[in-house]
């Protein structure tokens, strides 16, 4: 045992092991430092060969490496490189099972300076470095002199991806973006995608992209890299235009993207020719106020409607004013508030959208607002309470109620996942508290009413106390999840 830890001494000064075959020792001069050998000066008894004899950039090249039976080899490292140049161009794609992708001075050098000056940056919090701080998310574009070409840099923690992207208007959809992740290999990657919006984005060809740097330190990947790339969205394409700027970051499974964690736009459109430090914006405030507007008619004005009509009426029996009932006039007044809410709301989305992108949610935000401009008409044309058709507006007017109210919660939900960027999509949680609450106390205060019908023994004020506990219970937790959302929508 002794001789073997000797051995093992004496070879330990020129031992050098690679167990990940990751050389990047070598990636300066080419040279296989971890073998203690000398570079051969003699012909190469090895091939290389190109399928192709000239080159046009975006061009794809194979190349294959050949040995003789005689002498094969037991690894390689190859790089293209501009001619009289040192840094390596361009990117392999991988096709041996036995081979991998080594990243060779590739950790970009980020920072703030010259933003504003001669690029054009992006960054969460405002103004942060890179270059200090490991919290910072940022990305920075500048032009060549040319105008045919744009550096690109993105950097920022994320246990998956990070990615930016441009875009015609401040929702995400219809967007030209680059994707920086973590591949399955632990190595980072660079895609070109288009997004739709509503699933994983389509990954396209990379294009005229060079000089392509990436690394991952910790938890901050970062990449740079120069496209000559049209910026290409669904209504605009061309460098000289102007583009909302996306960034965007998550998690990943085996190198797949997953939804993103967080995201953060810039508050205008933005030319990337012209330097200068990009503001981060939200919604703009007309969706806040349609979205708000929309929360408050059928979570808080349109309940109270609906409950004074089913469940209270009987707690200001025989009680008048201007010659009508007071649970009636309370019931025309808070809905006549909120199909004015409800209009108001969707007549701001479609002065700010003026199309019907956003999936189902316009869709059924047409219905309630149909649905309820009809409701007030029908209860116009009723026929007297004595009439024998009577019921059918009843039936007719309750079920379009129910049907209203299913169709905007409908519509409140899926508009809440446009807008919703927060981690673990929290406002759609709050929402799915605000319709459980509901509807505990719809059940409550059914069950309630079936047993005032047939405990005819019961005292009448014993029954209105309970009443009256029920609804201001009821109207607290929904303010409390009212003011939640709000203040979510707010932030978005």
Not at 346 to 365: E, M, Q
Request: aromatic share 10%; net charge neutral; glycine share 8%.
């Amino acid at each position: 045992m002794d001789h073997v830890v000797l051995l093992l001494l004496c070879f330990a000064p020129v031992v050098h092991c690679y167990s990940s075959g990751l050389v990047t020792e070598s990636c300066a001069d080419l040279r296989p430092y971890h073998n203690g050998l000398s570079p051969q000066t003699g012909p190469a008894p090895f091939t290389i060969m190109t399928d192709r004899n000239s080159y046009r950039l975006g061009e794809e090249i194979t190349v294959q490496l050949q040995a003789p039976s005689s002498k094969p080899f037991f690894g390689f490292l190859l790089q293209a490189r501009q001619v009289g140049q040192q840094s390596p161009v361009g990117y392999f794609t991988q096709t041996a099972a036995a081979a991998q992708l080594l990243t060779c001075s590739q950790r970009p050098n980020i920072s703030n300076a010259s933003c504003g000056v001669t690029k054009v940056c992006l960054s969460q919090p405002s103004n942060c470095d890179p270059a200090i701080s490991a919290d910072c998310y940022f990305m920075s574009a500048s032009m060549s002199p040319s105008d045919a070409a744009v550096r690109y840099e993105i950097t920022g923690p994320s246990d998956g991806y990070i990615s930016f992207g441009f875009s015609d208007d401040q929702k995400m959809g219809n967007d030209d973006i680059y994707i920086c992740g973590i591949g399955s290999n632990g190595l980072v990657w660079l895609k070109h995608a288009f997004s739709t919006g509503e699933k994983a984005p389509q990954v396209l060809p990379l294009g005229n992209v060079s000089d392509v740097t990436a690394s991952v330190q910790g938890m901050v990947i970062s990449c740079s890299f120069t496209s000559m790339n049209p910026i290409s969205t669904q209504r605009t394409t061309g460098f000289n235009r102007t583009y909302y700027l996306m960034f965007a970051h998550g998690p990943s499974s085996n190198g797949q993207i997953q939804f993103h964690a967080d995201a953060f736009i810039s508050s205008d459109k933005v030319d990337i020719s012209r330097p200068q430090l990009v503001r981060i914006g939200g919604w703009p405030n007309i969706i806040k106020a349609h979205g708000s507007l929309m929360l408050i008619a059928w979570m808080t004005t349109g309940s109270l409607g609906m409950m004074v009509a089913r469940y209270l009426k009987e707690m200001a029996k025989g009680q008048n004013l201007w010659g009508k009932d007071v649970w009636f006039l309370v019931h025309v007044a808070v809905m006549s508030l909120t199909v004015a809410a409800t209009a108001i709301a969707f007549i701001l989305s479609f002065i700010y959208a003026k199309d019907w992108s956003g999936g189902a949610h316009p869709v059924l935000g047409c219905l309630v607002m149909i649905l309820s401009f009809l409701q007030p008409i029908l209860a116009l044309l009723r026929c007297g309470p004595q009439h024998t058709l009577r019921f059918l507006f009843n039936w007719t007017h309750a079920l379009n109620a129910v049907a209203i109210k299913i169709l905007a919660v409908a519509a409140i939900c899926t508009g809440l996942t446009l807008i919703d960027s927060t981690l673990g999509q929290w406002l759609i949680k709050v929402m799915g508290g605000f319709v459980g609450w509901e509807a505990v106390f719809y059940i409550l205060l059914e069950v309630h009413l079936k047993w005032k019908i047939k405990r005819t023994d019961t005292l009448e004020s014993t029954m209105k106390s309970v009443d009256v506990l029920l609804m201001i219970i009821f109207f607290m937790g929904n303010l409390a999840f009212l003011v939640a959302l709000l203040v979510g929508i707010g932030m978005s």
